[in-house]
Every structure is written in C-alpha cells, then in structure tokens.
C-alpha cells in the first residue's frame, strides 16, 4: 500500500487524549512513523505523566487534562484510546471542539449511543472513524477481495475467534463494568466485524450465550451463532479465560479461505490460504505496521475532506449486532 499522502506541509496535527498502554505502544509510534501525521500534543489526567511521556516528542505539549488539549487550536484531530466507557462523552466533546476523532473500539457502549456519536461529529463537520486497525491489513483486503470474486464459491460459513487470558490481572479495566470491560467489546468484537466485512451486512438473527464467572463484573467469554439470511451463517467466540488464540475461516460451496492470525499480526509476515479441492494456494504478506496505515488513511480522508475508510455507519451496524448478540444471551449488559 502506498503512503496516501508524502509533503510534511499535508501533516495531519494529532493530540491523543490519554495514555493508555494501546496509545502508547501501537499508535503513537505509528503516528511518528506516517507518512501524514505528526503528534503535537498528549494528555493525560497526571501531568507529570504526560510530561514525561512527550518528553521525546520535540515540540509536543502536555497537558493535565483532556478538556485543555480539545482547546488547543493547533489539534486537528485526536485518537481516544481510553476505557470503552468513555468514549461517548469524549468523542462528543471532541466533535464539538471541531476535532476530528478516531476513537477506539468499540466506539459506543450501545446502538442508541454509538448513533448519538455519530450524530454529533456529523453535525459539527468532523470525520470519525472505529479504530479496527486490523481492516487495514493488506492481508484482510486481500483475503476479503478474493471471497468477494468468488475464490471459494458462494459463502455459507465464517468461524473466527479471538481470546487470551486475563485471570491473572483481576484489576485489568477490561474486567470492570463500569468502564465498559468484557470480552465481547474487546475482543469478539473483531470476529464479528469479520464476519460483517465478508457479508457485507448484518446479522438478521442471533443465538448467543455468554460466561459470568461467580464475582466477575463481566462475561469472560462469549460465542454468538449468526444468521446473515439466504443460509449464511457466522460462529464467533471471545474469551478471556482461554489460552491466547486467533483465527478466520471462511468456508464456500467451492472451498474455504483461512488466516492464520487475522487481527494482531504484529509486523510478522501472514499468510493467507485458499484450499479447492486437492489444491492449495498460499499468499504471504511481509510484515506492516497495521496501525501506521490505519492512521495514514484517516489522515487521507480529513485531507481530501472524504468519508474514512470505515465509514460511520459500519460503526452503527457493528454496534446493532453486539447489542443482539447480549439480548440472544439474555444478558443485562453493563452489570454496574
């Protein structure tokens, strides 16, 4: 994929409200390294912790607060890297503030506020844009490509799965309710935007069932059976308590197409497969920086005044499915 952009004057001036582990190690040196981006200001609620950290960002300012980095008017747009249940109120201050957001998943804690989201960065003229950084792949965009030319017939199957386990660090924000933890938000969120991506729509019907261990804030794992319409059907999982685990499987009436490891590569070659009848052929992709491409295409669309490459509305869909997706499980979510 080539850089969207490559003159410094067209740089993108990013502010990333927070310091949370993602921002730090996967989107902010993505941000150093696009071709389109420079990161000019950091907050966090500890000044001295932002202070610290754009200590090696020449030129960059801290601030001790996220309302004080929305009023710089140097900040173009901002990436929020925080708890999943704040997101609403920050990607709305941001819109209103003029900055264009990208804000990671899952964007809204609910379909009505994903929507109220998306409502308010329209009206104030900003993009925003769900962070699946994984959509940005050159893998992904192949490998969904090759089903959409029929590569493996018609689709009647997706099986993926993403999980790892968190026992271990019962303080992990992704277990507390009120910041909008589980399993399903954080990751089967990405198999289900797989399952979405290959179909090109929604879920019509759901069955579900999700694990709430006895003292647990959260379900710690989830699987989700779903019916896309005319036989197509999806079978996802999400899991905190099983060993680490990712894949994807898209299965035809001609033959099937699998990722090995679809959603956290890292910057290690993939492989994608293709298996019809006795035949199998692989495609391998040298190892990218997912995040620096998804913050070089955002940065593209805030340029050319374009809508992202995952637009709003695919936000709005993802959130319907996860809301059907808790109801089919019968599941009171967030347990607060």
Same mark, same amino acid.
């Given at each position: 994929m080539s850089d969207p952009i490559q003159t410094p004057s067209a740089s993108v001036r990013w502010g990333i409200l927070g310091v949370a582990r993602i921002g730090m190690r996967a989107l902010l040196p993505a941000m150093q390294a696009a071709s389109n981006a420079r990161v000019v200001a950091l907050a966090s609620r500890d000044q001295a912790r932002a202070e610290a950290t754009v200590a090696e960002l020449p030129g960059a300012r801290a601030y001790g607060g996220y309302e004080a980095l929305l009023e710089d008017p140097e900040v173009e747009a901002v990436y929020i890297p925080l708890p999943n249940g704040l997101h609403a109120e920050w990607v709305t201050r941001a $819109?209103?503030?003029?900055?264009?957001?990208?804000?990671?998943?899952?964007?809204?804690?609910?379909?009505?506020?994903?929507? $109220?989201?998306?409502?308010?960065?329209?009206?104030?003229?900003?993009?925003?844009?769900?962070?699946?950084?994984?959509?940005?792949?050159?893998?992904?965009?192949?490998?969904?490509?090759?089903?959409?030319?029929?590569r493996v017939g018609?689709?009647?199957?997706?099986?993926?799965?993403?999980?790892?386990?968190?026992?271990?660090?019962?303080?992990?924000?992704?277990?507390?309710?009120?910041?909008g933890g589980g399993s399903l938000l954080?990751?089967?969120?990405?198999?289900?935007?797989?399952?979405?991506?290959?179909?090109?729509?929604?879920?019509?019907?759901?069955?579900?069932?999700?694990?709430?261990?006895?003292?647990?804030?959260?379900?710690?794992?989830?699987v989700a059976a779903l019916d896309f319409g005319q036989g197509q059907l999806a079978l996802i999982d999400g899991d905190f308590v099983a060993p680490r685990h990712a894949f994807a499987e898209v299965v035809g009436d001609r033959g099937r197409l699998l990722i090995a490891n679809p959603y956290?590569?890292?910057?290690?070659?993939?492989?994608?497969?293709?298996?019809?009848?006795?035949?199998?052929?692989?495609?391998?992709?040298?190892?990218?920086?997912?995040?620096?491409l998804e913050v070089e295409r955002f940065g593209a669309a805030i340029r050319a005044g374009t809508p992202p490459f995952l637009p709003p509305?695919?936000?709005?869909?993802?959130?319907?499915?996860?809301?059907?997706? #808790?109801?089919?499980?019968? #599941?009171?979510?967030?347990?607060?």
């Open positions: $819109a209103a503030a003029g900055k264009h957001v990208l804000c990671e998943k899952t964007l809204g804690m609910s379909p009505e506020e994903t929507r $109220a989201m998306v409502d308010a960065c329209e009206r104030a003229g900003v993009l925003l844009m769900e962070a699946f950084m994984y959509r940005h792949h050159p893998q992904i965009e192949w490998a969904l490509a090759q089903v959409a030319a029929g018609r689709v009647q199957l997706v099986r993926s799965g993403f999980g790892f386990d968190i026992s271990s660090r019962p303080d992990d924000i992704r277990l507390k309710a009120a910041l954080d990751v089967g969120c990405y198999p289900l935007n797989f399952a979405r991506a290959v179909y090109g729509r929604g879920p019509v019907s759901v069955a579900a069932r999700v694990v709430v261990p006895a003292g647990s804030e959260v379900e710690r794992s989830v956290t590569p890292g910057q290690n070659e993939t492989v994608v497969r293709i298996e019809r009848d006795d035949e199998a052929v692989e495609r391998r992709f040298e190892g990218v920086d997912q995040y620096r509305g695919d936000a709005i869909e993802q959130a319907d499915a996860l809301a059907a997706i #808790y109801a089919a499980a019968d #599941y009171a979510w967030p347990r607060v």
